[in-house]
């Protein structure tokens, strides 16, 4: 697949792993916007590199409809839409008096919104000869983590989802790829720490899916993913118990 000269949307790309993504693909030289709901970290983001920027809270159906037609008015078509957006929270589900919130806020952007975007550009995305979609779930898409019951949830739901689109889109010319982080350097995973599980850098894992892209490997699993993925085949039930033991005695 060729990564260059395409009109590029990432969701969540003011910072961690959707800014390593906007950064890279402009590096490669492609125009990309990046969206986020913070008006004033993302235009700053956005600045530092050499991006466009659209203030959009994908949850918001509104706010999703006038940010595809900006990048219509402006290009006409999209190329490469990368759902990047999330939140991760970590919670005790019994005790936790946030957790209705927790929940409703986690599968909403998590699981319902890059699936509703994704069906609002799709009209977009036919405009282009080659379009691809990217949906970032996580390593937990293979083995649920204990203290992160609804965001596991929700990535096991995005992974199923790419699996289903990716055959059902074959037929529209449009490629749907799934990168898999492992437990990333990021402010979102800033004190998760499971022993025996490396933090990778978000280059890391732009190196693994754009070489993932680049070869047209569909599912991509980067770092320690592809051991959660091996052993969920292998031995599901002890990786869960070895991670919670990992995370509860660190």
């Not at 790309?13 to 970290?41: D, E, L, Q, Y």
Request: with cysteine.
């Amino acid at each position: 697949m060729n990564l260059s000269g395409n009109v590029i949307l990432v969701t969540g790309g003011g910072s961690g792993i959707g800014a390593a993504i906007a950064t890279r693909f402009k590096a490669m030289g492609n125009p990309v916007i990046i969206c986020g709901r913070n008006k004033i970290k993302l235009q700053a983001a956005a600045e530092n590199m050499g991006v466009n920027h659209i203030v959009c809270d994908v949850s918001d159906e509104q706010q999703v409809k006038a940010m595809l037609e900006q990048i219509n008015q402006i290009y006409g078509h999209l190329d490469i839409l990368v759902n990047c957006a999330g939140v991760m929270h970590t919670y005790d589900f019994f005790s936790d008096p946030d957790t209705a919130s927790r929940i409703q806020t986690e599968i909403e952007i998590n699981a319902i919104a890059p699936l509703k975007l994704t069906y609002a550009a799709l009209p977009l995305l036919q405009q282009s000869s080659h379009p691809a979609i990217v949906f970032v779930s996580s390593g937990l898409a293979y083995i649920p983590f204990f203290a992160t019951p609804a965001y596991s949830g929700s990535k096991a739901l995005i992974h199923h989802s790419a699996q289903a689109l990716r055959q059902q889109f074959k037929k529209h010319g449009i490629r749907v790829f799934e990168l898999l982080p492992p437990i990333t350097d990021t402010p979102m995973a800033e004190g998760v720490d499971v022993k025996g599980f490396k933090k990778s850098s978000p280059e890391e894992v732009v190196d693994a899916l754009i070489d993932g892209m680049l070869k047209e490997k569909f599912e991509i699993a980067a770092g320690a993913s592809r051991q959660l993925r091996f052993m969920s085949r292998l031995a599901p039930g002890f990786l869960f118990k070895q991670m919670t033991q990992a995370f509860e005695g660190k």
